[in-house]
């Protein structure tokens, strides 16, 4: 169920996974960054990408990440 948008907000952890991920450009060396699973780091990013309604990595085939314009901006 989601929870309406005013009642929603980013947290810490969720920023520092995304600063992380834009710094890596990598989910699992973001997540070795934070001593956090990729998977732990992938959710708090799309978490981030709901609360914002916009997606804010471009996840490619493979390995490959880029940021959005609007990743580039947070």
């Not at 948008?5 to 996974?17: G, K, N, P, Y």
């Not at 990598?26 to 997540?31: E, H, P």
């Not at 956090?36 to 709901?50: D, L, P």
């Amino acid at each position: 169920m989601e929870l309406p948008a005013d009642t929603r907000s980013i947290t810490l952890e969720q920023l520092r996974a995304f600063i992380a991920v834009a710094h890596c450009r990598s989910f699992q060396k973001a997540g070795e960054q934070l001593c956090r699973s990729q998977s732990a780091v992938t959710q708090s990013v799309k978490k981030m990408e709901a609360h914002l309604t916009c997606p804010l990595v471009e996840r490619g085939h493979g390995h490959t990440l880029a940021l959005t314009p609007a990743g580039q901006r947070t």
